[in-house]
């Protein structure tokens, strides 16, 4: 079984990060990661997705899960979207039950106490990735800085 990799940075992304985010998972891939964890809240999201999927490629056996804090209206809308989009859909119980202020940082603690390995976009020290950061840092998880 290979290591898990998750992936954190800003909702909003001003520069391309592209080519930065695919050696990124490049790396992660090198040193044995096979699954890669993404929340799908935001732009780095949705980069970090699409770097994966190009990695897929070239690896078919690393598989690319969706974890969302909690039943999204989107989720539920578009199930046959996330189903062709994604090798998983998991929506952890630590972020299911927690009060909705707080359903997405317990939902970023899970992704990062369940992997090796934690890609990290950001560019200010304020914001639910830096927050991602610094409990990935604290838990001694391999940091991959974009």
Same mark, same amino acid.
Request: charged share 15%; net charge positive.
């Given at each position: 079984m290979g290591k898990i990799c998750c992936g954190f940075g800003h909702r909003e992304v001003h520069q391309d990060?592209?080519?930065s985010l695919e050696r990124a998972v490049n790396s992660a891939i090198e040193v044995g990661?096979?699954?890669?964890l993404n929340g799908d809240m935001g732009a780095f999201d949705r980069q970090f997705y699409t770097a994966v999927k190009k990695a897929k490629s070239q690896h078919p056996e690393i598989k690319i899960?969706? !974890? /969302?804090?909690? &039943?999204?209206?989107a989720l539920q809308q578009y199930k046959d979207f996330y189903a062709d989009d994604f090798d998983e859909i998991v929506i952890p119980e630590e972020s299911a039950s927690a009060h909705y202020k707080s359903a997405i940082t317990k939902r970023? #603690?899970? &992704? $990062?106490d369940k992997s090796e390995v934690v890609l $990290?976009?950001? !560019?200010?020290?304020?914001?639910? +990735?830096?927050? +991602? #950061? /610094?409990?990935a840092a604290k838990h001694n998880k391999t940091i991959i800085q974009i």
């Open positions: 990060i592209t080519q990661c096979t699954e890669f899960t969706c !974890v /969302k804090p909690y &039943m999204t209206k970023n #603690q899970w &992704m $990062i $990290i976009y950001t !560019v200010r020290e304020h914001g639910g +990735a830096f927050t +991602a #950061q /610094k409990y």
